[in-house]
């Protein structure tokens, strides 16, 4: 039988041995993302700085923050405010859409959501389409009252968002036209949507919202709360924080790195991240972009299908050398 959801009862007054990490996987042993991941800002008049600062976090971190991205503040907090609402709801509500089938969506869950978990993360989701908006839109919970608007806002500022990073990034890797990403197949995915819920923890020390991971996609875009727990300064308000992905180290042939993250808990408030995730769709050939390898030279990686990809990535659970290594080239 799969895991309560945690936010479902009251809060807990110890840690359930089924969350307690061994000491090795623990928090204090596991790798921060950051001390200050670089901030963005997109709203400056000099292009080739942007495009710079995107390039130099890409390569060093994998993660960077935007500000003057375009999105109202009252867009972002809405949304993420609407999140918290929902895991507020009570239990019937939201095991209404209680799955732990990962294709289902939309789909409430609680660690990973698999049917036999042994060791459990502490934290709940709400995994969402939101992109194609009229294929996902009809299916959106009822409740709270509040989502179906914060989505309908959110869906197509993010999207934007994304799209436009990704031809920043584009002209900073040197890519003929700017549209390498929007124009193949590479963001053709469905955006899928992890409203993430992490209960206030009473012993943080020994568990984790989430392991240290890469996200399999492009790019990842997330708000949250405030509440700390994944970023070891909080963004600025009003930011968006973005994190490139394993397809991203492939079609930039290593240039940008997809940046590991993990999440702790928090003693004395819940955190709740709205995370959208842009990828390829499953059938897209992912390579190397042209320009990106040196004459006479492989790429760092074979081509595969984002289907091919996605499959070795669940049968590792994110663990980034092992997934990256079956891709490969070798010499
Ligand atoms: O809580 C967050 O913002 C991070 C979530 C995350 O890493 C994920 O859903 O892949
Ligand atoms: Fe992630």
């Not at 710079?52 to 009252?74: C, L, S």
Request: glycine content about 8%; charged content about 20%; some cysteine.
């Amino acid at each position: 039988m799969a895991a309560e959801p945690l936010s479902n009862g009251a809060a807990h007054k110890s840690v359930p041995e089924a969350y307690v990490f061994p000491a090795d996987k623990r928090p204090g042993s596991s790798p921060s993302c950051a001390g200050a991941i670089p901030v963005v800002d997109l709203g400056g008049d000099d292009p080739d700085r942007i495009v710079k600062q995107i390039m130099d976090a890409g390569r060093e971190f994998g993660f960077f923050q935007v500000i003057n991205h375009g999105v109202p503040e009252q867009v972002i907090t809405s949304m993420v405010a609407s999140a918290e609402e929902f895991f507020r709801l009570p239990a019937e509500e939201k095991m209404a859409l209680y799955s732990t089938d990962s294709k289902k969506l939309p789909r409430f869950h609680t660690s990973l959501g698999y049917e036999e978990e042994k060791l459990l993360y502490w934290r709940d989701c709400l995994k969402l389409g939101i992109y194609p908006t009229e294929q996902f839109r009809q299916n959106w919970p009822d409740k709270p009252a509040s989502l179906r608007a914060a989505l309908e806002a959110y869906a197509p500022a993010v999207r934007a968002v994304a799209l436009h990073l990704l031809r920043l990034t584009a002209a900073g890797l040197g890519l003929d036209g700017g549209d390498h990403f929007e124009d193949g197949d590479l963001t053709a995915g469905p955006v899928v949507v992890n409203a993430n819920h992490y209960a206030a923890c009473p012993d943080p020390s020994l568990t984790l919202g989430l392991a240290p991971h890469c996200d399999p996609n492009v790019v990842t875009v997330h708000a949250d709360n405030g509440v700390p727990g994944w970023v070891d300064v909080a963004p600025a308000p009003g930011a968006l924080v973005v994190n490139f992905g394993h397809q991203m180290e492939v079609v930039s042939n290593g240039a940008m790195r997809a940046g590991e993250h993990r999440v702790v808990t928090d003693a004395r408030a819940a955190r709740t991240s709205v995370a959208a995730f842009f990828m390829p769709a499953m059938g897209c050939a992912v390579a190397a972009a042209p320009g990106t390898v040196a004459a006479g030279e492989k790429p760092l990686f074979r081509t595969f299908t984002y289907q091919e990809f996605m499959a070795a990535y669940t049968e590792v659970v994110g663990d980034r050398d092992a997934v990256l290594a079956r891709f490969q080239n070798k010499d």
